[in-house]
């Protein structure tokens, strides 16, 4: 079956077309949302074939919790979940629209980014909020990036394979990010809730903060909410502490160079990062090993360095010199460690392609 994969970013467009092997027959990235439906439609004209398309959908609420095959009263679904996702989820709309009606006739299948979290235990999903307000707008942790987490999890067992591995963080960290762990193939702990916004520090997200100073912000500092919003997803993280861009490769650059700011939002990053991934661990009770993934997982041998070092004490610890040369798919972890490590190329294409075939050859 040749899928063609449809990864809608809020600012770009991703398109791959896969063989049944998986090889990759065709590629495409808009950078520019505008004419890119004529842009699809002549680039599709000139694939040899198109059996089904896998489309990468942010949020699919409590509503969606499996792949699922699109029609019209799927998309208005899709659609009633945009205020969860505001940034991506019309964009996933757009390339769900395009496709369905260049395609008319190919079934389009919606992978979603929270379903692999649908698993979560109530006690890892639940906050503890008044019930009428959980109950009224369901209020739980919903989970992101799980198209991710769910391919680096089976990534990793397949390349320690014989080695018994069940217990497995993935660390999914680029201009978003957040933490899984999976137990036996499920879900059972994130970082990310309700919204992409919980947990980790992001490139321009802030990551979690107390809800406190939120609401002092508003009554005292007399910010408004959309004035909260914007700086919350675009001026904090990274980019609030050291890089107005929030790219780690500045601060990298910068802090090697003594820079005090840059150095302050690497340590900051870090040290959120080793917390929660220590959190991650306890809810696995133990560790067989750690997948590092996204730009900043897979290219920033610092940051994998820094958390090695504070986690030692979980069996964790890397080879210097391979951490340094590491690329593409690769055991990082240093003789003797109980723990492994590895760094996996990002590959939710190849995730949503296995999604969409599971689900129509059934």
Not at 90 to 103: C, D, E, N
Not at 170 to 199: I, N, W, Y
Not at 318 to 334: K, T, W
Request: with cysteine; aromatic share 4%; glycine share 10%.
């Amino acid at each position: 079956m040749r899928v063609l994969v449809v990864n809608a970013g809020s600012s770009s467009l991703r398109l791959r077309l896969l063989a049944p092997d998986d090889e990759v027959v065709d590629d495409q990235h808009l950078e520019d949302w505008d004419g890119a439906e004529t842009a699809l439609a002549e680039w599709i004209e000139k694939l040899d074939g198109v059996d089904a398309i896998g489309h990468r959908v942010v949020h699919g609420g409590s509503m969606f919790r499996a792949p699922t095959v699109v029609d019209d009263e799927v998309e208005s679904g899709i659609e009633s979940l945009t205020s969860l996702a505001p940034l991506h989820q019309p964009r996933s709309l757009a390339g769900i629209r395009m496709t369905r009606k260049t395609l008319s006739g190919v079934p389009s299948v919606a992978c979603f980014d929270t379903a692999y979290h649908a698993t979560l235990p109530d006690a890892a999903a639940t906050y503890a909020l008044p019930a009428p307000w959980r109950e009224n707008w369901d209020l739980r942790r919903f989970g992101f990036h799980g198209l991710s987490h769910s391919y680096a999890a089976r990534r990793v067992s397949d390349l320690l394979a014989p080695r018994p591995v069940t217990r497995i963080v993935t660390c999914h960290l680029g201009a978003g990010a957040s933490l899984c762990a999976s137990k036996q193939g499920r879900s059972v702990d994130t970082t990310m809730g309700f919204t992409p916004l919980e947990g980790l520090v992001m490139a321009t997200r802030s990551g979690s903060v107390d809800p406190g100073l939120l609401l002092w912000l508003a009554s005292e500092g007399g910010l408004t909410v959309d004035e909260l919003s914007d700086g919350l997803e675009h001026r904090a993280g990274l980019a609030g502490l050291g890089t107005p861009s929030g790219d780690m490769r500045k601060v990298l650059d910068a802090r090697a160079q003594g820079d005090d700011a840059a150095r302050l939002a690497f340590d900051v990053y870090v040290h959120r990062l080793a917390g929660e991934l220590a959190r991650m661990v306890t809810s696995l009770g133990g560790l067989d090993a750690v997948a590092f993934t996204g730009g900043v997982g897979e290219h920033a041998p610092e940051v994998r360095a820094a958390v090695a070092e504070r986690l030692g004490f979980l069996g964790i610890a890397i080879e210097a010199e391979a951490n340094e040369r590491a690329d593409g798919d690769v055991d990082l972890s240093a003789l003797g460690a109980s723990a492994a490590t590895l760094v996996v190329t990002a590959r939710e294409d190849l995730e949503i392609a296995r999604q969409v075939r599971d689900l129509l050859d059934s």
